[in-house]
Each structure stands twice: as C-alpha cells, then as structure tokens.
C-alpha cells in the first residue's frame, strides 16, 4: 500500500515562501511521473507540476512557472516544492501525487490520471 504525506504547509505573509514534502512510504523507485496539485474550497482541483521519473524533466502549470520549483531527493520517492514568491492566490490545500503505470501521456495534469494522492496540506497566504 503506498502512501503519501504532505508536510512544510502554513501561513505565510504575500511575497513569502514555503518549502512543501511529501514522504512516501510503500513507494519503489519505478513509478511513472508524481505531480503536486492543489485546491481550493469550492473548486476544482488544479495541476502544478510534475516531475517524470525517468529522467527528472519537471513540467509546470503557467499559474506557477517561475515561482514554484519541484524537486526530489536522490531517492526519487521523496519529493519537495518550492513555493516563492507567494500571493493570497496560492492559498489552497496542497496534495502530492503519484502515478504508477505510464498513462500513456507524457504530463498527466488530471486528477483521474493518478493513483495515490496524499491528504493535503494548507497553505495560507495572508495580504
């Protein structure tokens, strides 16, 4: 059973920024991609980034590009993102993902595309 926590979220001042993991455990080093999505109440959850595991390229949502950045630990299943730059827009609740078979698309960003999803964790981005 694999299973993923969240970690590094909270309350930030506009401009700021936060550093999120995500630790797995029952997860081998062969799964396909693992992406962080986000939502906020009353809306639908929204692609981030993904990195493939592979060979590391890492994909971003234009919402993000340029403030946030994912990365992994030379274990490849624990993984970071970097959040700068942060605006009360980011506010939301952060989940890291994983897919384990090729889905047969170079970036999965939906949520049907991925197997095992953390339980969130908040970020608050106070003006």
């Known amino acids: 059973q694999v299973q993923l926590v969240e970690s590094g979220g909270g309350l930030v001042q506009t401009g700021g920024s936060l550093r999120l993991s995500c630790a797995t455990a029952g997860l081998t080093s062969d799964y396909y991609a693992m992406s962080w999505f986000r939502q906020v109440p009353g809306k639908e959850r929204e692609w981030l980034s993904c990195?493939?595991?592979?060979?590391?390229?890492?994909y971003y949502a234009d919402s993000v590009t340029g403030r946030f950045t994912m990365s992994r630990d030379n274990s490849k299943v624990t993984m970071h993102l970097q959040m700068d730059r942060l605006t009360p827009e980011d506010t939301a609740v952060y989940y890291c993902?994983?897919?384990?078979?090729?889905?047969?698309?170079?970036?999965?960003?939906?949520?049907?595309?991925?197997?095992?999803w953390g339980q969130g964790t908040q970020v608050t981005v106070s003006s």
């Open positions: 990195m493939v595991n592979n060979d590391g390229d890492t």
């Open positions: 993902v994983v897919v384990w078979g090729n889905p047969g698309i170079r970036v999965p960003m939906l949520v049907e595309d991925y197997d095992f």
